[in-house]
């Protein structure tokens, strides 16, 4: 985005007689996350009932609500406090791939869980959901 927003800003800063003025959303923002959990939502309507989903009472009986969200991410400050601000469905697992590399969770961002790498967040996600894995799979 940071590019982009630059690459957009010179250019029309060179057509206009007024500069560029624009709002950036991004992480951290709590509505980053909210939107995505939105998309999200709408995406798993239609799947197989697991014990992610929470089935709704509203209309056909069919809707479900999404019980859980991982965020996986390396930065504590951005990717964990953006979950944070979020709050639930979401829960932040941090690796030791970039930004954070110290041993234990950050103090100031606590993740819910922190792994040395992305494998090991998703080996984490599939062990603690193994039925709903296989459902999955077997509806691919």
Wanted: with cysteine; hydrophobic share 40%.
């Amino acid at each position: 985005m940071g590019a982009f927003r630059i690459a957009l800003e010179s250019i029309f800063n060179r057509i206009h007689h007024t500069p560029l003025r624009y709002t950036s959303f991004g992480k951290p923002n709590a509505a980053v996350f909210k939107d995505a959990e939105t998309v999200l939502q709408k995406l798993a309507t239609g799947l197989p009932p697991t014990d992610q989903f929470e089935t709704l009472n509203e209309g056909n009986g069919t809707d479900q609500k999404l019980n859980i969200l991982y965020m996986v991410g390396d930065n504590p400050a951005v990717d964990i406090y953006g979950v944070h601000q979020a709050g639930p469905p979401w829960f932040s697992i941090l690796t030791r791939t970039g930004c954070f590399k110290m041993e234990g969770n950050h103090e100031r961002f606590p993740a819910d869980l922190v792994v040395n790498t992305v494998e090991d967040a998703v080996d984490s996600i599939l062990n603690k959901h193994p039925r709903e894995h296989l459902e999955v799979l077997k509806v691919v």
